[in-house]
């Protein structure tokens, strides 16, 4: 099992510039999240998939949209990339049962110029 | 006001120490308490999952959550060199599986 996987490891944007932030899991997990994490400021929720076919916003969503492809599959898309978004950003996928917690990916770092 | 609040320290001690890393938090009703594990560029993984008040031991860690004063605490005992990461602490309610996390503590210690 590959567990959480987040493509690309690295990215740099010009200001304006948009692309998408592919996360894809093989743990069979229902719920899916996008976060960010900026120094000293912990992850924060940006989207997050509750099931396939819904999504909705986190804590931070502006500037971001979401699609839950399918099961295995939400991906990350910034329209027109600011310097503000320069960050890591992570998925996760949420396993239920006795530990009913979420397993992050490697992340995505990402510099808007 | 964050619904979490943590130290980020950074916090550096000998190998061999205890180390004592602290959240509190302001939401009575989280019930679930958890901590991760994040080495240097890497995602956090999950490394102790605890329910409502008490003590979870696991090897050299343990974790304890005070509901009453709104307080999590991670100990770590014998602290080796490969402890050297940051931690972060997280919560959630019992009917909302979104987590709210700590700003995250960077620990080192030094061999």
């Known amino acids: 099992n590959a567990g959480v996987t987040q493509t690309p490891k690295f990215q740099v944007l010009k200001t304006g510039q948009s692309m998408t932030l592919q996360c894809a899991q093989d743990?069979?997990?229902?719920?899916m999240y996008w976060y960010r994490q900026d120094p000293g400021m912990g992850l924060r929720l940006i989207y997050y998939?509750?099931?396939?076919?819904?999504?909705d916003k986190g804590e931070v969503p502006n500037g971001y949209n979401v699609s839950r492809l399918n099961k295995r599959e939400f991906s990350l898309r910034l329209e027109s990339a600011a310097p503000s978004q320069t960050s890591v950003y992570f998925c996760?996928?949420?396993?239920?049962?006795?530990?009913?917690?979420?397993?992050f990916g490697p992340g995505t770092r990402l510099t808007v110029l | 006001q964050k619904e979490v609040e943590q130290d980020p320290g950074p916090l550096s001690v000998p190998e061999g120490a205890i180390v004592s890393l602290n959240c509190t938090y302001s939401?009575?009703?989280?019930?679930?308490f958890m901590w991760y594990r994040q080495y240097s560029r890497k995602g956090p993984e999950l490394l102790m999952y605890?329910?409502?008040?008490g003590n979870k031991e696991d090897g050299r860690f343990t974790a304890q959550v005070d509901k009453s004063s709104k307080y999590i605490s991670l100990f770590i005992r014998d602290s080796q060199p490969s402890d050297s990461a940051t931690y972060l602490c997280?919560?959630?309610?019992?009917?909302?599986?979104?987590?709210?996390f700590g700003a995250g503590t960077t620990v080192t210690v030094r061999a």
């Open positions: 998939s509750a099931s396939e076919g819904t999504t």
């Open positions: 939401n009575s009703a989280f019930q679930y």
């Open positions: 997280a919560t959630r309610r019992s009917n909302d599986y979104k987590l709210s």
């Open positions: 605890t329910y409502s008040s």
């Open positions: 996760a996928g949420r396993t239920s049962g006795r530990v009913d917690t979420q397993y």
């Open positions: 743990m069979n997990h229902n719920s």
